[in-house]
């Protein structure tokens, strides 16, 4: 079974300044998607930024980028010039080829609270 | 607007009771999901539906029962429930069979078992 863990429950940051949510996780597959999702207080959660194991290249959104390093199984997500409305609950999440259909594997999740 | 409409948003029941959840998408997808988040916890995969057949079941205790009469429309139905089974209800639809697809949420359930 995968396993996705985040060791920060709770992260600060100021307005425009830049953050860095961590994540790592387990799997025996070579063949996988990541993603982070952001759940803020309406409790929707959205789609913030995927990554294909295949691909070395780090997927980039707008402000939001990642630092993907698959021998270490690590996946970080940054989100640089931090604005008020990214306060939330950020999620890294796991589907692997051995998953039913493509059901998720999620960490516990990082608060973040973006300070004016 | 998300695509994935769930009904109610709140919940609050008995354990004595007998309440469903509704989940509706409408992505045209062929996969649904329900998830279970509680406090402290990570999101919990409960059940999975693909094509209108349910495909994975986590171990969920039997006082849960899913229903998925069409690709559109995914039930949960609660029965006798516990205290500790208080939590949101996520449910969330894919496209499958096409590569890498998304996963849509809905708002979820907030459920209190009193």
């Known amino acids: 079974a995968q396993t996705v863990t985040q060791s920060q429950p709770e992260m600060s940051v100021q307005e425009a300044e830049t953050v860095t949510l961590s994540c790592t996780y387990d799997?025996?597959?070579?063949?996988?998607?990541l993603f982070w999702y952001k759940q803020p207080p309406s409790r929707q959660m959205i789609l913030v930024i995927r990554?294909?194991?295949?691909?070395?290249q780090n997927a980039t959104e707008n402000r939001f980028s990642v630092n993907f390093q698959k021998a270490a199984k690590s996946f970080s997500l940054k989100i640089s010039d931090s604005q008020l409305g990214d306060t939330a609950m950020y999620f890294c999440a796991f589907m692997g080829n051995s998953n039913s259909g493509y059901a998720l594997n999620f960490g516990k999740g990082t608060s973040l609270l973006v300070t004016p | 607007e998300t695509g994935v409409t769930q009904t109610p948003r709140h919940l609050v029941m008995g354990m004595t009771n007998k309440k469903s959840l509704k989940c509706e998408q409408h992505?045209?997808?062929?996969?649904m999901y329900w998830y279970k988040q509680s406090a402290k916890k990570p999101l919990e995969l409960m059940f999975v539906y693909n094509f209108k057949e349910q495909t994975e079941n986590n171990s969920v205790p039997s006082r849960f029962s899913p229903e998925c009469p069409n690709s559109s429309h995914l039930f949960l139905h609660l029965h006798t429930l516990q205290p500790e089974d208080s939590a949101l209800y996520l449910c969330?639809?894919?496209?499958?069979?096409?590569?890498?697809?998304?996963?849509?949420f809905g708002q979820g359930t907030r459920l209190t078992v009193v």
């Open positions: 992505l045209g997808h062929n996969a």
């Open positions: 969330a639809s894919s496209q499958e069979g096409q590569g890498f697809s998304e996963a849509f």
């Open positions: 990554q294909e194991a295949y691909k070395q």
């Open positions: 799997t025996s597959e070579n063949n996988y998607y």
